[in-house]
T-cell receptor, first 111, second 113 residues
Framework: AQRVTQPEKLLSVFKGAPVELKCNYS??????LFWYVQYSRQRLQLLLR??SRESIKGFTADLNKGETSFHLKKPFAQEEDSAMYYC?????????????FGKGTLLTVNP | KAGVTQTPRYLIKTRGQQVTLSCSPI?????VSWYQQTPGQGLQFLFE???????NKGNFPGRFSGRQFSNSRSEMNVSTLELGDSALYLC????????????FGQGTRLTVV
């Protein structure tokens, strides 16, 4: 069975500081990994996916298969980055692909 | 392109009642998934429908059920409501392939009193 673990429920940093949101997964095959973000009073939306290897809003995430991790990083946090972040894994769930989410990390960027 | 629409946005029900939530996916999307979001448990997968068939199911009791219609619209039903069912219920639609983005609705906030 697939599982996603986000060890930090809360993360608080100051504006301009680097930020790293941790994500570890367990899955025996080759999963697809995503980061979703939910800003205050907005719907959950895709931030980035590992397959596209792109940087969105200054965020990057590298899939480390050896450590089964997909940590989200940004070198200089901004106040508008304050949001709930969810790591997600898409993998075969028995009869179709299933998207499994971690419990989320609430990031607060202080001025 | 219209986004995922969930109705109603808010519901208040009493224990023991049943409730039906509705989700209209993005046009052309055949996969609809439902999630329960709570502060303590985060996002928990309920079930997923693809072309009117339930393809995956999470670890929820049988009181939670759903269905999908031929136009891909989906409904979720919860019977014999319990206080612990109070949550934000999110619907997500996607084309249904592995690495495609899931688009979420605004959710239905269910409060059981």
């Amino acid at each position: 069975a697939q599982r996603v673990t986000q060890p930090e429920k809360l993360l608080s940093v100051f504006k301009g500081a680097p930020v790293e949101l941790k994500c570890n997964y367990s899955y025996s095959g080759s999963p697809e990994l995503f980061w979703y973000v939910q800003y205050s009073r907005q719907r959950l939306q895709l931030l980035l996916r590992h397959i596209s290897r792109e940087s969105i809003k200054g965020f990057t995430a590298d899939l480390n298969k050896g450590e089964t991790s997909f940590h989200l990083k940004k070198p200089f946090a901004q106040e508008e980055d304050s949001a709930m972040y969810y790591c997600a894994l898409s993998a075969w769930g028995g009869s179709n692909y299933k998207l499994t989410f971690g419990k989320g990390t609430l990031l607060t960027v202080n001025p | 392109k219209a986004g995922v629409t969930q109705t109603p946005r808010y519901l208040i029900k009493t224990r023991g009642q049943q409730v039906t939530l509705s989700c209209s996916p993005i046009s052309g999307h055949r996969s609809v998934s439902w999630y329960q979001q709570t502060p303590g448990q985060g996002l928990q997968f309920l079930f997923e429908y693809f072309s009117e068939t339930q393809r995956n199911k999470g670890n929820f009791p049988g009181r939670f059920s759903g269905r999908q219609f031929s136009n891909s619209r989906s409904e979720m039903n919860v019977s014999t409501l319990e206080l612990g069912d109070s949550a934000l219920y999110l619907c997500a639609s996607s084309p249904g392939r592995m690495n495609t983005e899931a688009f979420f609705g605004q959710g239905t906030r269910l409060t059981v009193v």
